[in-house]
C-alpha cells in the first residue's frame, strides 16, 4: 500500500472514532486531474512551445479563487484519469477536477454544483462526404470513435456505440482521419484548447466539426470523495465559493484568458 493511502487510512480511522459526525477539513485538499490534460481548463503550460511543469487553466484558477475564501490551499496530480476517478472514489485524492455527471458518479462521488459548460459537436473527416447529422440518433447508425474513460452519456450514447480505444482525443482524431470511423462526438472548448496549445491541428489533419442538432451545453462539475470523513465539508465549501463566484460573474475574466467562447454565468 502506498504511502498516501497509509495517510488516507489513518485520517479516516482517527476521525471516525474522535469525530463521527464530521471532521476538519485538511490545510491541503489533494486533487487530481488527467494526465492527458483538459485544456483550456486543466493543462501545463508552454513557454516557448516547450511543455513547462507548470500547471495552469480555468479550472485550476477557479478553485484557487474557491478555496482561498476559505483560507485552504490544494495540490494537483496529473494522473490517467480512470486512475484519478478510481483513487479519488477510494479516496486517495480528496476530489478530481473537469467531470460529466451521470447516475454512476453521482453514486459514487459528492457532485458540486456546475463551474462551466461544453459544447457538444462532431468532428469529421473532410476528404470524405460530409456524414448527415440532424439530430444526435443520427450518431448511432455510425461508427464512432472516442476516448478511454470518457463519459458520452450527454451525447445520449451507450458505451458499446464507442470505440473508445483512443487514449486521448488526439488518436481519436487520428482514427477518424485514418477512416476508422465516421464522426467523433465531443467537446467543442475542450478541442479547441489541444489546438490553442499546438497538441491538435485541425486544418492540416483536414478536420472539421458542427454542433450536433438537439443537444444542449453540458455542466461540468468537480467532483469529492464520499471515503474522505470531511467529503460533506469540503463539497459545501466547493458549492458556497461556485455559487458566490456565478452570482457575481467571477470566473468571466477567466474565460477571457483562457480564451473559452462561452463561459458559464457570463453575458
Request: net charge positive; hydrophobic share 40%.
Amino acid at each position: 500500500m502506498s504511502s498516501r493511502r497509509w495517510l488516507r487510512l489513518f485520517q479516516w480511522c482517527a476521525c471516525c472514532f474522535a469525530l463521527p459526525a464530521s471532521a476538519a477539513l485538511p490545510g491541503m485538499v489533494s486533487v487530481c486531474s488527467s494526465d492527458a490534460e483538459w485544456p483550456p481548463y486543466t493543462y501545463y503550460q508552454r513557454s516557448g512551445g516547450v511543455i513547462t511543469t507548470k500547471l495552469v487553466g480555468y479550472s485550476v484558477d477557479y478553485l484557487q479563487r474557491v478555496l482561498v475564501r476559505q483560507g485552504l490551499h490544494f495540490h494537483v496530480e496529473m494522473v490517467p484519469w480512470v486512475r484519478c476517478m478510481e483513487r479519488v472514489g477510494s479516496g486517495e485524492y480528496d476530489m478530481l477536477l473537469n467531470a460529466g455527471i451521470n447516475p454512476e458518479r453521482e453514486k459514487k462521488y459528492l457532485v458540486t454544483h456546475p463551474y462551466y459548460t461544453l459544447t457538444m459537436v462532431y468532428f469529421y473527416a473532410q476528404a470524405r462526404p460530409k456524414p448527415r447529422v440532424d439530430s444526435w440518433r443520427d450518431l448511432t447508425r455510425m461508427r464512432l470513435c472516442g476516448v478511454h474513460g470518457h463519459n458520452y452519456d450527454s451525447f445520449n450514447l451507450q458505451p458499446e456505440q464507442i470505440d473508445t480505444g483512443a487514449n486521448d482525443i488526439g488518436q481519436a482524431l487520428n482514427k477518424l482521419k485514418a477512416g476508422r470511423c465516421d464522426v467523433v462526438p465531443e467537446r467543442l472548448e475542450v478541442v479547441l484548447g489541444y489546438r490553442a496549445i499546438g497538441q491538435i491541428d485541425l486544418a492540416r489533419m483536414n478536420i472539421g466539426y458542427a454542433p450536433i442538432p438537439g443537444l444542449k451545453s453540458v455542466p461540468f462539475s468537480m467532483m469529492v470523495s464520499r471515503r474522505v470523513p470531511y467529503a460533506r465539508q469540503l463539497l459545501q465549501v466547493l458549492n458556497d465559493g461556485i455559487d458566490n463566484l456565478n452570482a457575481h460573474e467571477g470566473g468571466c475574466d477567466l474565460a477571457a484568458r483562457y480564451q473559452i467562447p462561452v463561459a458559464h454565468a457570463c453575458r
